[in-house]
């Protein structure tokens, strides 16, 4: 533990709003020159409404993450938790990281039960990266076929965050929670080698017409039985709440 963390923590400790400290991530397996410093404080009530702060520590970026007691309880009342939600990321959080500070036994407690808790990934959330990615391939479908330099070099640009998408969306329509690019490159890895070439193909693709053709690979992988591609007649609304099919059919015949 470097020091200017362990005296950090120490000043932490001496404060009776303080009931909960704990790192999380690479710093609480042994930090490398490379990792950042994840630290998480409990207080048994944020009046402040502080989220997080982002400093250094020992020439580390650090992020340094604030909840409360109310935080905690609210979580412990869910008997399920949305797997990409800040609860939800909270409880990976607490699961994996070293407890440092724990005067009343409260992360102890709620490492236990937190375990226990079902995580899941709506459809609604599921519908929505469909929607996204849907999106983006016909318009990158669009910009490369355009005879405009413009369109090329924005394409580049498109597919930068269009491929990140992909790689998020292809989690959730398999309900794998969203835990950073490290995380997803270890699981497919693991799992999925093919999905995974085709990433590195991505990578290391010399110019735009490769890039793309990597990119309609993944696109086309991400997808699954039940979540597809947009056919040509595609009508879809979006829309602050769930729609029926008759209101769906209304909307169109209106549109007509």
Same mark, same amino acid.
Do not use: M
């Given at each position: 533990m470097q020091n200017s963390l362990s005296k950090t923590i120490e000043k932490l400790k001496i404060s009776k709003q303080v009931v909960g400290i704990f790192t999380t991530g690479s710093s609480s397996t042994g930090l490398k020159p490379y990792s950042d410093i994840d630290l998480v404080i409990i207080f048994k009530k944020n009046s402040e409404k502080i989220k997080s702060?982002?400093?250094?520590?020992?020439?580390? +970026?650090? #992020? @340094?993450? +604030?909840? #409360? @007691?109310? +935080?905690?309880?609210?979580?412990?009342s869910n008997q399920s938790l949305s797997a990409n939600s800040f609860k939800g990321i909270f409880v990976t959080w607490l699961a994996k990281g070293v407890i440092h500070h724990d005067p009343i036994g409260l992360l102890a407690k709620y490492k236990k039960t937190f375990?226990?808790?079902?995580m899941i990934i709506t459809d609604a959330e599921k519908q929505e990266c469909l929607v996204k990615i849907n999106y983006n391939y016909i318009a990158n479908k669009r910009y490369y076929s355009?005879?405009?330099?413009?369109y090329s070099q924005a394409l580049q640009l498109r597919?930068?965050?269009?491929?990140?998408?992909l790689g998020t969306t292809y989690c959730a329509l398999r309900n794998i929670a969203w835990r950073g690019e490290k995380e997803f490159i270890v699981y497919l890895d693991k799992h999925d080698k093919k999905y995974l070439k085709t990433l590195?193909?991505?990578?290391?693709?010399?110019?735009?017409?490769?890039?793309?053709s990597y990119y309609e690979k993944l696109f086309t992988m991400t997808l699954t039985p039940q979540y597809k591609k947009w056919g040509k007649d595609f009508f879809i609304i979006n829309s602050a709440r769930s729609?029926?099919?008759?209101?769906?059919?209304?909307?169109r015949k209106t549109l007509e």
């Open positions: 702060i982002y400093t250094t520590l020992d020439n580390h +970026f650090a #992020d @340094i993450f +604030f909840f #409360d @007691i109310p +935080f905690l309880e609210q979580i412990q375990s226990k808790k079902k355009a005879p405009n330099k413009i597919l930068a965050y269009s491929v990140i998408e590195l193909g991505y990578f290391d693709g010399k110019n735009l017409k490769a890039k793309s729609l029926n099919t008759r209101e769906k059919t209304k909307i």
